[in-house]
């Protein structure tokens, strides 16, 4: 209800009623806590200093922001738990499933100790992990272990290693609808095993993938980088070796600065205006 549109607020206590002109300065004798209730002038003024205040800081209001840490780790438990350090979650998935819808303004991070996990999907959250130790990610048979949807997921490595492993899947890293991954200080490594080895990363429909300080290895897959539909994918250098290397498709973008990626068949494939820059091109 419009608070504006309230002429007065009448409150029931103990079988009484109670009324209260809007404007007046109530006190309640059980909790000794003041309520003043505002006239449709001084609500209109407090939206308007409050506009204004929003327009000034604009997206960088981080002092609005709420922050919250959680915690998963390996011998955790995803029923019993509640994502405190001393009784984390056992995976990724039950910690982005928690992430709450607040207008963009939370601040969610999750600890990931080092371990083995399971794979996860991100489907319209905004969340960091930060990696307290070397981390697997094992396929389990999924179709796309990591599946990063309308999402943005950040990952600090502080130096340690995010690995993918596993078989049966079609795309490792699948990163689409304007999802984006991205990952500082943290050497990745995306490994397929058997006769379907699937891509390692997907990046398409504008999404984005950045490793801008570490290096990414791709070994024993179809493809390594395939990136489709306004979709760019950035990383500090590539490596490993594979049947094909890069396909860039319908205006995606592929850049790195060093890359020795060995691909059995195509090394590079472009189509569609899709381009490929390495470090030594503008």
Excluded at 29 to 38: I, Q, Y
Aim: glycine residues 10%; proline residues 3%; charged residues 20%.
């Amino acid at each position: 209800m419009d608070p504006c549109a309230i002429k007065e607020i009448v409150q029931e206590h103990n079988g009484q009623t109670y009324t209260f002109p809007l404007g007046v300065l109530a006190r309640n004798v059980e909790g000794d806590e003041e309520h003043r209730f505002l006239s449709e002038k001084e609500w209109n003024d407090l939206k308007e200093k409050l506009e204004e205040i929003t327009r000034i800081l604009g997206n960088k209001a981080d002092i609005l922001k709420v922050n919250t840490t959680v915690w998963v780790a390996q011998n955790g438990n995803d029923e019993t738990g509640d994502g405190t350090q001393g009784n984390p979650w056992r995976t990724i998935q039950k910690a982005l499933d928690d992430v709450p819808v607040i207008n963009g303004n939370y601040v969610y991070n999750i600890n990931l100790q080092a371990g083995t996990y399971p794979g996860f999907i991100a489907s319209n959250v905004s969340a960091s992990l930060t990696l307290l130790g070397d981390v697997e990610i094992r396929s389990e048979g999924m179709d796309y272990p990591v599946d990063v949807n309308n999402s943005t997921v950040t990952v600090y490595g502080e130096g340690h290693a995010l690995r993918m492993s596993g078989t049966g899947f079609k795309t490792y890293f699948y990163i689409h609808n304007s999802g984006m991954f991205n990952t500082y200080r943290t050497n990745m490594e995306v490994t397929g095993y058997g006769t379907e080895r699937g891509v390692g990363i997907n990046v398409v429909s504008n999404g984005g993938f950045s490793n801008p300080d570490a290096r990414v290895l791709f070994r024993t897959l179809e493809t390594a980088i395939k990136v489709e539909t306004n979709s760019a994918f950035h990383a500090n250098q590539i490596s490993g070796s594979v049947k094909n290397g890069i396909n860039v498709d319908k205006g995606g973008v592929v850049t790195y600065e060093s890359s020795d990626l060995v691909a059995a068949e195509v090394p590079i494939y472009t189509k569609s205006g899709g381009r490929v820059y390495s470090g030594s091109q503008e």
